[in-house]
């Protein structure tokens, strides 16, 4: 399988790893295929891979897609709305409802690029 390498090179969640020196060029490439052939995200094979700076790979997802990091170790359990969704579902999408307000629960997911 062929890789563009303008899709890999430009912009992207791909591209920040390159740019911000997590895995060079032939890593991400290397990643890529492998994820594809997995059917995985990007952002999940390279984690699920233990490549040696996940955490730094996860804080440069969250902040290509525009979205926060939750640490879990700092959410009462005890307080989560989780007889709202069906836990097949949360394990199914990996969304953890972290709280309710009025009528919109909100999720904590733990791949940001996986819609």
Do not use: W
């Not at 492998?34 to 699920?48: D, I, K, N, P, T």
């Amino acid at each position: 399988m062929t890789i563009s390498h303008t899709a890999l090179d430009s912009s992207g969640f791909a591209a920040r790893l390159v740019h911000n020196h997590l895995l060079s060029q032939a890593q991400v490439e290397q990643a890529y295929r492998e994820a594809h052939a997995h059917r995985q995200s990007l952002v999940r094979y390279v984690v699920s891979a233990a490549y040696p700076n996940s955490g730094q790979i996860v804080v440069a997802a969250a902040t290509e897609c525009g979205v926060p990091l939750l640490n879990l170790d700092a959410v009462d359990r005890a307080k989560l709305p989780l007889n709202l969704v069906d836990e097949k579902l949360v394990r199914k999408h990996r969304a953890l409802p972290i709280f309710r307000r009025g009528k919109r629960l909100f999720l904590a997911v733990s791949d940001p690029t996986d819609y």
